[in-house]
């Protein structure tokens, strides 16, 4: 099964942290490089910072210095768990943050069968000034 649950969003004043991890379960993501994503009101998603399977890693200029990507993946290769930290927060940090593939596929096939790779429901972050 194919899966993406993000967690760890809140409010937040701004100078303050917090560390979202997203559940991604199926080799399509164990296999892939993983990015966090966010989408603010009125705004396009945009890319935050990825990560490799290796553990490469690359930031958005404007996050530059204050998140950090991270994972681990299961020694059977199927659970994925992709991290964010993030400090120095901004009230423009506030958005809707997402994990996806980098960059993000939309179908994937395994085993003879094919399937959508949907979107999780993203978690919540607010940055009060």
């Known amino acids: 099964q194919v899966q993406l649950v993000e967690s760890g969003g809140g409010l937040v004043q701004a100078g303050g942290s917090l560390r979202l991890s997203c559940a991604a379960s199926?080799?399509?993501?164990?296999?892939?490089?993983m990015g966090w994503y966010r989408q603010a009101p009125g705004k396009q998603r945009e890319l935050v910072a990825s990560?490799?399977?290796?553990?490469?890693?690359?930031?958005?200029?404007f996050v530059k210095g204050r998140f950090t990507i991270s994972r681990t993946i299961s020694r059977e290769n199927v659970e994925n768990t992709v991290y964010l930290q993030m400090n120095v927060l901004k009230p423009e940090d506030t958005a809707v943050y997402y994990c996806h593939t980098a960059p993000p596929v939309t179908r994937a096939c395994s085993g003879g069968q094919c399937y959508s790779v949907n979107w999780g429901q993203g978690t919540q972050v607010t940055v009060s000034s």
């Open positions: 199926g080799t399509i993501f164990s296999n892939n490089a």
């Open positions: 990560i490799t399977r290796r553990g490469s890693t690359n930031y958005a200029d």
